[in-house]
């Protein structure tokens, strides 16, 4: 008899972070509801529209399992895209972000791929794509 394929299926993305209150505060101006008693929290989780899980530890949550973890340093490993509807919605939302202190890594710009895209950075420097069909 052989043993039954396991296909595993994505269930949560998980994110690293400093700073537990700065990251959420800049994730629920993306429009995630994050509960404010979260802040204080060392882990974090909400559940997408879809069933996928998004998740957030502090660096101490890691250390507690990983004692030599130490965050990635130097360019993106992985990013977050977030469809802003429209290609003045991703303006809107790349200018709300950056008011509120996002560094900008790319500018709104109309992409040969068809699309409005930027890119900021969260506040533990992961790359978040801001992006919508043009026309």
Known sequence: MSTPTIVPRLDLVGLVVADMARALAFYRRLGLDLP???????????????GLRLAWDTEEVLRSFDPGFEPARGGNRSALAFDCASPSGVDQVFADLTAAGAPTHLAPFDAVWGQRYAVVLDPDGGSVDLFAALG
């Open 36 to 50: 404010a008693t979260a802040d204080a929290e060392p882990h974090v989780e909400v559940t997408l529209p879809g």
